[in-house]
C-alpha cells in the first residue's frame, strides 16, 4: 500500500510539473510550434509515466521476493523448532520403552525365582 502511494503521489507531482513546464514553453513558443511543443511534451510525459510504472511494478516484484524469504525464514525456524521438539519426544519414547524393558525384565527374573 506505501508503494502504490508514492507511485500515486509521484505520478501527480509529475503531471503538475509537466502542466507548468506545458505553460512555460507555451508562453515562450510561437504558434506555429505550440501544437510540436505540446506533442512532444505528452510524448515525454507518457514515456516517463512508462518508466514510473515499470518502478512500481518492479517494486512490488521485489517486495514480494522479499516477504517470500521472510517466509521461508519463518519456516526454518519453525521446522528447527519441530525437530527439537520430535528429538525430545524421541527421548522420552526411549526412555519410557527402556523402562518398560527392564520392569519386564524384573518381572521375569522374580518369576523365574
Not at 58 to 65: H, R, V, W
Amino acid at each position: 500500500m506505501l508503494i502504490r502511494k508514492q507511485f500515486r503521489e509521484t505520478c501527480k507531482i509529475q503531471t503538475r510539473q509537466y502542466k507548468a513546464l506545458k505553460a512555460q514553453m507555451l508562453a515562450t513558443a510561437s504558434k506555429e510550434d505550440q501544437k510540436t511543443v505540446i506533442k512532444k511534451l505528452k510524448q515525454d510525459q507518457r514515456r516517463k509515466l512508462a518508466l514510473l510504472g515499470d518502478q512500481y511494478e518492479q517494486s512490488i516484484a521485489e517486495m514480494l521476493q522479499k516477504q517470500s524469504i521472510r517466509l521461508d525464514e519463518s519456516q526454518e525456524v519453525e521446522c528447527h523448532h519441530l525437530k527439537e521438539r520430535l528429538h525430545y519426544e524421541l527421548e522420552i519414547l526411549m526412555a519410557y520403552q527402556s523402562k518398560n524393558k527392564m520392569q519386564a525384565e524384573a518381572q521375569r527374573n522374580r518369576e523365574r525365582k
